[in-house]
């Protein structure tokens, strides 16, 4: 059966499908009582006390213990001139001292450069990470074919670099260089598990080396420190919102297509239940304390754009728009959120990275 046809299939049987085909009726009534019921302790309030109490909440809960100075280790494996930038194949230290595959971008030209870290999506395509986004020193067909599919057949770290941005991107554990061969969904259940079982969170792990890769950014030479932004794509967007919530030095964030309230996401039906990319984006104990927009609201009042498009079939659109209406007050009027509704489903064309880039220009001359 095809994805589509299951989740068909899955909505049609309504408050039987909570967690997957053959479930009782009980368990049924259990989820969905609890979905019912469902308030996170911290969510977004207008006061002043809020904010010191999320972003500890979202730190402890999100980020593995923290980040210890540690060197990056920096390692050029290769490089390579492209007219009006270089690229450079780096091996960086993570998180837990393993290594870090990254591409970089460099303008040439006269610095200090304005930089954007880009965040790769899930995709459930395991073999290609930061090639998402970057186009690789070697040709690669599948990142080729991820950039039409997904990008209009434009690699976004070309937008961006064009326009005069540093642009580094990593592979996130589990992808790319930090994958294995024949890595499948099914595979993403045992690895959540291992790093469970040794006292890690895989999204934990995926968050802190996000927060390490911008700093890495922030301190290299040629590099505007205080101009340093995220943007991503899809599980990237997901990775931009919460590293931008949780770090300050983010100068600004573009979130493409993950933006939702958490019950939007666990209806009947919904991908979220039918799959397993929900490990690498599921923070232990968080959801008591928050939900998406809540964590996103720590954001403010620095600039977030979110995009989303009505025609996304793995994001309900109402519940989208409930989440982009929570966070509105978080910003003062006119502040620094800005929402686009975008035709085409789930991806990000020419036309939406045209305007993510014309919008971090604006963000980086402020």
Not at 196 to 202: A, D, T, V
Request: with cysteine.
């Amino acid at each position: 059966m095809t994805r589509l046809g299951r989740r068909q299939l899955i909505t049609a049987l309504g408050a039987s499908a909570w967690v997957g085909l053959g479930r009782t009726e009980p368990l049924d009534e259990t989820l969905a009582a609890l979905l019912r019921r469902y308030q996170p302790r911290q969510a977004w309030r207008a006061d002043g006390a809020w904010r010191p109490q999320a972003l500890a909440t979202a730190q402890r809960l999100m980020l593995r213990p923290g980040d210890d100075g540690s060197a990056f280790a920096t390692e050029v494996l290769a490089e390579q001139d492209r007219g009006d930038h270089r690229i450079q194949h780096l091996q960086l230290r993570g998180a837990l001292g393993d290594r870090v595959p990254a591409l970089f971008l460099q303008p040439k030209g006269p610095g200090p450069h304005p930089a954007v870290l880009a965040l790769h999506d899930h995709g459930a395509r395991f073999d290609i990470g930061k090639e998402k986004l970057v186009r690789p020193l070697a040709a690669s067909p599948a990142a080729e074919a991820w950039a039409q599919r997904y990008f209009d057949g434009r690699f976004v770290g070309e937008a961006l670099v064009q326009a005069g941005f540093a642009v580094l991107a990593i592979d996130a554990l589990g992808w790319g260089e930090r994958s294995r061969p024949g890595l499948a969904r099914d595979d993403q259940q045992a690895l959540a598990n291992h790093l469970m079982q040794l006292g890690h969170s895989w999204a934990g792990v995926i968050a802190s080396d996000d927060l390490r890769a911008h700093r890495w950014l922030r301190e290299q030479p040629g590099i505007a420190p205080r101009r340093v932004a995220v943007l991503g794509f899809s599980m990237g967007a997901f990775r931009a919102w919460q590293l931008a919530a949780v770090c300050s030095e983010v100068s600004a964030c573009v979130a493409a297509h993950w933006m939702c309230t958490r019950a939007g996401l666990l209806r009947p039906g919904e991908h979220t239940l039918v799959g397993q990319s929900a490990f690498s984006m599921a923070h232990p104990g968080l959801a008591a304390e928050l939900d998406h927009p809540d964590v996103a609201a720590l954001i403010a009042p620095r600039p977030l754009l979110l995009m989303g498009s009505p025609e996304d079939r793995l994001f309900p659109w109402d519940a989208v728009q409930q989440a982009w209406a929570r966070l509105a007050p978080a910003w003062e009027p006119g502040g620094g959120l800005r929402t686009l509704s975008l035709p085409g489903g789930h991806r990000f064309g020419l036309d939406a990275q045209q305007a993510a880039t014309a919008w971090l220009a604006m963000q980086a001359t402020a």
